[in-house]
C-alpha cells in the first residue's frame, strides 16, 4: 500500500510546474526524494537558487496536489538548493537540449565583447559605458549595447531613448538604434519603468541569453 501511494505522490508532483520556467517539477529535476510512512509524506525539493522568490508558491501548489492522495495525512516539505552542475541541467533542459552557442564567441569572430560591471550601485557604470561606446562608434566601429542591470537600467535614459520598444520580427528582436549604436535593454520589455522585477537564476540567465 505505502508503494502505491508513493507512486501516486510522484504523480501529483508532476503536476505541479515550476511557477516562472513552466515546466514540471520532475522534468526540471527538482524533487530530489519523496517518501511515505504512517500518512506522513516527506518530500525534499531542491529551488534553483537561494532565497527563490517563488518558494511559497510552489510550497502552496504541491501541499495542494499532495494533498489530494488518497492516505496522505500529513506533508513534510524541506527546501534546498541545486549545485552548479544541477542548474547547468536546467539550462539546457530550458535550451531544448541544444549545447549553448555564442556567435561572437567563436574563434573567427571579429565582434570583441567588453563588460562592464560592478558590485556597487551608482558608481557610473552606465555613464562609462554610453561614452565608451559613443567614442568607439567615432572611431568607426560598429556598436551595440546590451543593459543587463535588471534593477538599474540607466542606459535608455542616458541615450533619451526611454520608452521606445525594438522592433520584434517573428522571434527576432531589431535593438533600437541612436547615434549609430544599437540598445537593447530590459528596460524595453517591462511595460512601466518603474515595475519591479522579479527574475531568478535560471529564467534571467534565458532571457539574457535571448537578448
Known sequence: MSQEILQKIHSALAGVSDPELHRPLPDLGMVESVSFKDGSAHIKILLTISGCPMRDRLSADINA?????????????????????????????????????????????????????????????????????????????????????????????????EGRRPTAIDQTFIPVEVDGIKVVSIEMFKPERSDPVAYRGPLLHRVLEQL
Open 65 to 161: 496536489a499532495v494533498s489530494k492522495v488518497a492516505g496522505v495525512t500529513e506533508i513534510k516539505l524541506d527546501f534546498g538548493v541545486m549545485n552548479e552542475a544541477q542548474r547547468e541541467n536546467v539550462k539546457k533542459l530550458l535550451r531544448n537540449g541544444k549545447e549553448k552557442f555564442i556567435p561572437f564567441a567563436q574563434p573567427d569572430s571579429l565582434t570583441r565583447t567588453i563588460g562592464i560591471a560592478s558590485g556597487k550601485g551608482g558608481v557610473g557604470k552606465s555613464s562609462v559605458t554610453v561614452n565608451l561606446a559613443r567614442a568607439l562608434v567615432l572611431r568607426g566601429f560598429s556598436v551595440g549595447i546590451l543593459d543587463a542591470d535588471v534593477y538599474g537600467h540607466s542606459i535608455p535614459r542616458l541615450l533619451g531613448i
